[in-house]
Structures are given as C-alpha cells and as structure tokens.
T-cell receptor, first 116, second 109 residues
Framework: DTGVSQNPRHKITKRGQNVTFRCDPI?????LYWYRQTLGQGPEFLTY????????KSRLLSDRFSAERPKGSFSTLEIQRTEQGDSAMYLC??????????????FGPGTRLTVL | GDSVTQMEGPVTLSEEAFLTINCTYT??????LFWYVQYPGEGLQLLLK?????DKGSNKGFEATYRKETTSFHLEKGSVQVSDSAVYFC????????FGKGTRLHILP
C-alpha cells in the first residue's frame, strides 16, 4: 500500500498525559499537512511542512502541540498535557508541490484521539 | 479570512432522486474548489475539483461548476444510489485546504 499511513489508528488517554502520533506520507511527496476533525465538523488545518521545514501553523495549534518532520519524510504530532477538548480525529495529508502548482492532497485514515 | 459555507444536513433522499448540495465560498484570491467525500469508516477522498472560473468538475456521476460571479460550487447528481450515502465536504484551497462543515447524505432504497 503506497498511500498515506497514520499510527496509531486509535488512542485513548487520560487527561494530562502526553501523546504522539505518526504520519508516513506518500514517498516523494514534499508537502505534509496536519488537520483536526471534531465530531460533526469539517477538518481544520493545523500545520504543514515542505520537506523538513514547518511553514505555517494555525492559531488552533496551541503551545501544547508540536509537530516535526525531521528528515523530510515521516512526521510526528505531539500533544502535551492533553485536555478533553483535544479529543478529535487527527488527519495527515501529503502532496507534491511542483513549480508552484498545488497538486492533490492525499489523506491518511486518521488517528482518533479520546481524552478521558 | 477564507471560508466555505455549505448546506446543513442531514439530507435524506430516495434512490434515483436528484441531488443538490449547495456550497458558497469567500476568498480573497482565486482558489481551487473541491468536493471531498467521506464514506462510513473510511478516510477523506477527493470527489472532484475545479481550478478556475467556469470549470466543471465531474466524477462518478457527480458534477460541480466553479461560479465566480456567485462564489458558488454546488454539487449535483442526477440519480443518487444507496452507495452514495456519505458525508460530503466542500472545500477551497489556496495552499492549505479550508473545509465546510460537511453535509451528511442518506439515500433510502
């Protein structure tokens, strides 16, 4: 399977714990995006990378959230001191930027986080 | 900032009925417009797209036309099937994607 993969698919944690999610994009895709989707809402942009550089962060990304893409391949999203309001589906997407043209973003299956 | 507004659901139709899901957008530039679909238990999939005014995107019998004058991108299908039951998201992209809230579609056999 050469699509975007995310691990774990489900995570249940207690409030105050730290969690980390991983996203493996389609190989050779230089852009990687993180979105968050709460129940009954559309996905909301969190942040994106071009190669290893984090180019934009949404205001939704509080200082408890940190994302990395150390070698320009996989990415991790960490949430520290989780709160119940962090419960959501976290989606990763990747795409290939060529000559300033935005190509289709391919989405992974998501990681569903439940904070108790 | 840029935003997308789509009709709220749920929308319930009988099989073979005509479908319209309204979508309007607000954007400062000239974004590409998309419809994504999320089937039960599956991830987001791109359904169709249009990159400039008057473009028509189409796929699987669904169509949407990029109307710059009315800032709209309504989704239509002439005859829906039970398998079309899903959540549909209108979206625009200027780099990151901005999604509408989604419209849940339920087709009755």
């Amino acid at each position: 399977d050469t699509g975007v993969s995310q691990n774990p698919r489900h995570k249940i944690t207690k409030r105050g714990q730290n969690v980390t999610f991983r996203c493996d994009p389609i190989s050779e895709h230089n852009r990687l995006y993180w979105y968050r989707q709460t129940l009954g809402q559309g996905p909301e942009f969190l942040t994106y990378f071009q190669n290893e550089a984090q180019l934009e962060k949404s205001r939704l990304l509080s200082d408890r959230f940190s994302a990395e893409r150390p070698k320009g391949s996989f990415s991790t999203l960490e949430i520290q001191r989780t709160e119940q309001g962090d419960s959501a589906m976290y989606l990763c997407a990747s795409s290939w930027l060529t000559g300033g043209t935005y190509n289709e973003q391919f989405f992974g299956p998501g990681t569903r986080l439940t904070v108790l | 900032g840029d935003s997308v507004t789509q009709m709220e659901g749920p929308v319930t139709l009988s099989e073979e009925a005509f479908l319209t899901i309204n979508c309007t957008y607000t954007a400062t530039g000239y974004p590409s417009l998309f419809w994504y679909v999320q089937y039960p238990g599956e991830g987001l999939q791109l359904l169709l797209k249009a990159t400039k005014a008057d473009d028509k995107g189409s796929n699987k019998g669904f169509e949407a036309t990029y109307r710059k004058e009315t800032t709209s991108f309504h989704l239509e299908k002439g005859s829906v099937q039970v398998s079309d039951s899903a959540v549909y998201f209108c979206a625009l992209r200027d780099d990151k994607i901005i999604f509408g809230k989604g419209t849940r579609l339920h087709i009755l056999p």
